[in-house]
């Protein structure tokens, strides 16, 4: 549970929507339920993409990309880690590559160069933590946590972005609606 007790309720897909990246919100900002929920450890970096990544960016071997890696926490306990994956050819300039992306995030910046997402997939697996994981969000050695991996496509159907999240299991729950 949170601090507060409650769990996150990260819904889908309205968190993704336009209107909320477009407005100026992050779209981690409305899952919170009012609670604040705070960005740290931000690095953002170049590097040659992981082979699963350069793959699904339709990279070559040795492909150069943007990592942008953070935690997020509430009430002082990290409950999500999230690192994302954009092309650099397509970011390089651009305030994606700065610490703050500004309001509404990395999506809103991909909007104002002309690649704006329009299709979303998302992955979700339980696996075992690493190490490294169960150190930074607090879990016991290998404890099963919650993956979600997400690629963003533009209305061309590039892949713009991939971002790799792990979520704390005891503080999220994962809700879907959509209509029939």
Known sequence: M?????????????????????SGRSIQASDTGGRTLEVTGVRVDEIAAPDHIAQALG???????????????????????ATSYLLLDLVHGTPITQADA????????LAEIGHAPA???????????TITESDQLG?????????????????????IEVNEMVLHPQRYQLRYEFNA
Do not use: H, K
């Open 102 to 109: 500004g309001p509404g995030g990395t999506y809103a910046r």
């Open 139 to 159: 879990l016991r050695t290998c404890q099963t946590l919650i993956q979600v991996t997400r690629t963003a496509r533009d209305a061309t159907g590039r892949a």
């Open 2 to 22: 949170t601090a507060g007790g409650e769990r996150i309720i990260r819904t889908n897909p309205q968190r993704l929507s336009r209107a909320v990246w477009e």
């Open 119 to 129: 299709r979303f997939t998302e992955d979700v697996i339980a696996r075992s933590a």
């Open 59 to 81: 990279l070559g071997e040795g492909g150069l990309v943007v990592r942008r890696s953070r935690t997020y926490e509430t009430g002082g306990r990290p409950v999500q880690m």
